[in-house]
């Protein structure tokens, strides 16, 4: 696998877990990137994945994360910017992609755009979050099953 993380230098992994990783994928031939250029970054990308930009509990959070993200989020421009017509967008959900949750309204009305990903994006035919989340469903059960036991 040839992983790219993307985002601000600001929020660059932390060397010594990056490194570990690095050592990690030596034994598999895996690549593992970190970069600030979305072009760079993203050209002939297979899948591009995003989180939500503050947790719950790090709503404090939300006006710096909103500076810092913003250049980064998923937009057509950047599933085009992958030249790869079949590329797949991922997220773990639950995502902001519009302003029709009462939070997004909210961060809106306070002068933050909190959208990690455009609408475009997460109802395009690029977008398969609901297939992950299924499979994350049968995953959990499967932990839950082995802890039970």
């Not at 790869?84 to 939070?103: G, I, Q, R, S, Y």
């Amino acid at each position: 696998m040839h992983f790219v993380a993307l985002g601000p230098d600001s929020l660059s992994p932390d060397p010594k877990v990056l490194a570990a990783a690095r050592e990690a994928a030596k034994e598999t031939g895996a690549i593992i990137e970190v970069c600030h250029d979305m072009k760079t970054a993203v050209k002939d990308a297979d899948v591009l994945y995003t989180d939500v930009w503050a947790s719950m509990g790090e709503e404090a959070q939300i006006p710096e994360r909103v500076k810092q993200l913003t250049p980064y989020k998923v937009t057509m421009e950047m599933i085009e910017a992958t030249g790869n017509k079949d590329v797949l967008f991922l997220h773990c959900l639950p995502a902001f992609h519009d302003f029709e949750t009462k939070m997004a309204k909210a961060q809106k009305e306070k002068g933050f755009d909190i959208r990690e990903v455009t609408d475009e994006v997460f109802r395009s035919r690029h977008s398969v979050v609901f297939d992950e989340a299924e499979n994350r469903m049968h995953t959990i059960k499967a932990v839950m099953v082995a802890t039970i036991a």
